[in-house]
């Protein structure tokens, strides 16, 4: 956590849009061009196995999995999500569920499902979460907990 930490304050990047989209990008990476190579060789059902896959795979085993280490750790990690959040995770469900429900692909889908994740990427740019914004200098909308809490 402290290395991300740093990394938000060096390179002036807000840490709610560093940890929900930088970060999964960058780990997820081979999988991400696994699923391209599958896509480019028109064989979308590895493909969408590979992405749908993935993101089952973290949302049913690792999230919870994280969750109970932390509280057998004794570190606060909880699955509070606040509304805006929520709002973009129902959103981002209820349009996958959308896109494959014909089973078809095309171009206009694909570059809706990519307009949307770069609207989604925006408001995590823009978004201020008090428990995950990291204090940059210079910045006075970036605070942190304990600089807010002496104002």
Not at 60 to 80: K, R
């Amino acid at each position: 956590m402290d290395a991300i930490t740093e990394a938000s304050k060096q390179l002036r990047i807000p840490m709610p849009f560093l940890t929900t989209i930088v970060v999964p990008i960058v780990g997820n990476a081979a999988e991400h061009a696994s699923a391209l190579i599958f896509a480019i060789k028109n064989r979308m059902e590895i493909s969408l196995g590979v992405a749908m896959g993935s993101s089952t795979q973290v949302g049913v085993l690792v999230v919870p999995f994280c969750v109970i280490l932390a509280w057998t750790m004794g570190q606060p990690l909880d699955l509070n999500f606040n509304e805006f959040e929520a709002l973009v995770l129902f959103i981002s469900v209820l349009l996958a569920a959308l896109m494959v429900q014909d089973g078809t692909s095309n171009w206009l889908k694909g570059a809706m499902l990519i307009l949307v994740y770069m609207f989604i990427a925006a408001g995590f740019w823009v978004h201020k979460d008090p428990s995950l914004t990291i204090g940059v200098e210079g910045d006075p909308s970036l605070v942190t907990e304990a600089q807010a809490g002496r104002r």
